[in-house]
């Protein structure tokens, strides 16, 4: 079949390049993509969130499958758009329903969520503009640190986390009536501070039947020891050495069931991954955040040991038949290590010329903010490329991602020499 991948990042590289290894896909489309792309698939220059686009490159090149990447067509009901097409009904979409897209699109309604299916996370009230005076009261009645979330998307920067009362009531007021992130500050999330590791976990599911996928944790912050601003993610190490049997155990049993189930009781349809974002308090994870997507950098490191045809496996997601897969994990840890440009995750320049990435051996270039100019490859975004290792342990598997970088370069190139740092081999 002809598939076809919204996105320009290394996760969607990394779906290209699981689903250019299965011969059940015939011709392989990605919109945007980047360089990477480029060389294993077609590259349509269609934004994700045109949907009138998207459905015209669709019926041109008999799409049958479509993989979301990034979360806003999500948000903007992409799935929902083709449900409801005569002519797009029956493609596979792989990517959730607008409602279920609203666990990742309102940090109210994912709460909410929690909340109704006994999911544990942070206590938590919501605020909006008319409710303010009761905002800061609440924050008041918190011990420091303050956590503050802009209830819509954000591109990631819509957490706070303060020390000082003062500033937390400042901000609040910031978010609130002076839409410190537009509309997606007019309602806030004050919860409580989780004090923990963090860690990720991945399920795919058809709606009723889930798959779990491999762990992962990301570094998202831009200096070396998690100091200074948020970034999309600057690495990822799958598995998460800490995340034992017993762990797992509950995760599944306290978060993942709950949450497949809680949207099967809500008639969600919801066809795609979930990304639980997690936080383990003593020995007991509790849910920071759903998204509904898979992670970037986290897919880079997660997808290559899925040893499963991916193909296959979204098939089983369209007909609802999950409850037949076994998944098959390579037992071996990836490392993945994020190359960024000068300046990121603030300006940056792009048009950089990228060389050495022939030279790189025993790992897995993704390609990120990458794209062709004539037959040289150049910088376009702020993460530009990804180097994925596996091996016995992510100790060795991180030698083999910082022997490799050492052989890329690109004017103004940075990226994080601890990735790990915190974990025990
Ligand atoms: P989110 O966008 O909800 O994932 O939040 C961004 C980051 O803020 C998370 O990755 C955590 O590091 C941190 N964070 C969010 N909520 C909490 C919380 N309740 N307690 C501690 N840290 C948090
Ligand atoms: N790396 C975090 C994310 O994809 O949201």
Do not use: W
């Not at 002809?2 to 699981?18: Q, W």
């Not at 940090?107 to 909410?112: P, Q």
């Not at 501070?193 to 570094?219: H, Q």
């Not at 083999?400 to 004017?411: A, R």
Request: proline share 4%; charged share 25%; net charge negative.
């Amino acid at each position: 079949m002809n598939i076809l991948i919204l996105g320009s990042g290394g996760r969607e590289h990394t779906f290209a390049y699981k689903i250019a290894q299965s011969d059940l896909c015939d011709q392989l489309f990605v919109a945007p993509g980047n360089a990477g792309t480029a060389a294993i698939a077609t590259n349509v220059s269609v934004a994700v969130t045109d949907f009138a686009e998207i459905k015209a490159l669709v019926r041109k090149e008999n799409i049958e499958m479509l993989v979301v990447g990034p979360e806003d067509p999500l948000v903007q009901g992409i799935s929902d758009y083709f449900q409801e097409d005569a002519e797009l009904k029956d493609i596979v979409v792989i990517g959730p329903s607008k409602r279920g897209a609203l666990l990742e699109g309102s940090k109210e309604r994912a709460k909410e969520f929690m909340a109704i299916h006994h999911i544990p996370t942070a206590a938590y009230q919501s605020f909006t503009e008319e409710s303010l005076v009761a905002g800061k009261a609440f924050i008041e009645t918190l011990a420091p640190p303050y956590v503050l979330k802009a209830d819509g998307l954000a591109a990631g920067k819509g957490v706070l986390i303060l020390q000082d009362l003062e500033e937390a009531k400042t901000e609040l007021e910031n978010m609130l009536t002076n839409k410190k992130f537009g509309a997606a500050s007019e309602k806030v999330v004050i919860e409580e501070f989780l004090d923990g590791i963090e860690l990720s976990v991945f399920v795919l599911t058809d709606g009723k039947n889930y798959v779990t996928l491999p762990t992962a944790k990301d570094y998202k912050r831009i200096g070396e020891g998690d100091t200074g601003l948020n970034t999309g993610g600057m690495g990822a190490i799958s598995p998460v050495p800490f995340a034992d049997a017993a762990f797992m155990s509950k995760i599944e049993e306290q978060i993942i069931k709950p949450t497949v189930d809680g949207l099967a009781k809500e008639n969600i349809d919801y066809k795609g991954f979930i990304f639980i974002g997690l936080i383990k308090v003593g020995n007991d994870p509790k849910v920071i955040e759903y998204n509904v997507r898979m992670g970037d950098p986290e897919t880079e490191a997660v997808l290559p040991r899925v040893k499963n045809d991916l193909v296959s496996l979204f098939q089983h997601v369209g007909n609802q038949t999950l409850d037949q897969v076994k998944l098959e994990i390579d037992k071996r840890s990836a490392t993945t290590v994020m190359t960024v440009s000068g300046g990121y995750p603030e300006a940056y320049e792009k048009g950089k010329e990228i060389t050495g990435i022939e030279s790189i051996e025993d790992s897995i270039v993704f390609h990120a903010g990458t794209k062709f100019e004539g037959d040289k490859v150049v910088t376009n975004g702020g993460r530009v490329i990804a180097i994925t290792s596996l091996d016995d342990n992510f100790k060795k598997a991180l030698q083999k991602s910082y022997q490799n970088i050492k052989k890329l370069h690109f004017d103004t190139m940075c990226y994080r020499k601890d990735i790990g740092f915190d974990l025990a081999p």
